[in-house]
């Protein structure tokens, strides 16, 4: 009896516990969505998968037209396919991840470049308006 009341009450500590906290949802994006309207919810995930081969000396960087509403979690990461591992040269996937943490509007934009080429411009823009909603607990 004792156990089945501590397994009792530990279901409805559980439940009270985590229903303040609602499920944050994550978007998945690729350069495919380019220029795509995003609306997400405070608390969301937004990965981006951006195709980039590190070798060649281009890589991505991001700049948001409104600092703040978003934090990016951890540096991005050049994921390379098991495919292509070993290969000299291979080319792979950076991904980026943001976190939504206030509500407004911005815009996202992404720059596939050579960061020590000067004056050169960029040899792919990327970017997405962003709208993020107060959480709706």
Known sequence: MIAFMTLLLRGIFLTFFFSG???AAQLDLTEKENGKD???DRGDLLVFRLPSNPSTGYSWSVAAS????L??????ACEIPKSAKGRLGAGGTEVW???AVRAGTLTLAFSYARVWEKGVPP???LSWPVTIRPSAQ
Request: net charge positive.
């Open 21 to 23: 906290f609602a499920a």
């Open 38 to 40: 995003l609306w997400m």
């Open 66 to 69: 409104k600092p703040g509403l």
């Open 71 to 76: 934090l990016q979690q951890g540096e991005a």
């Open 97 to 99: 991840r943001f976190r």
């Open 123 to 125: 040899v792919r823009r």
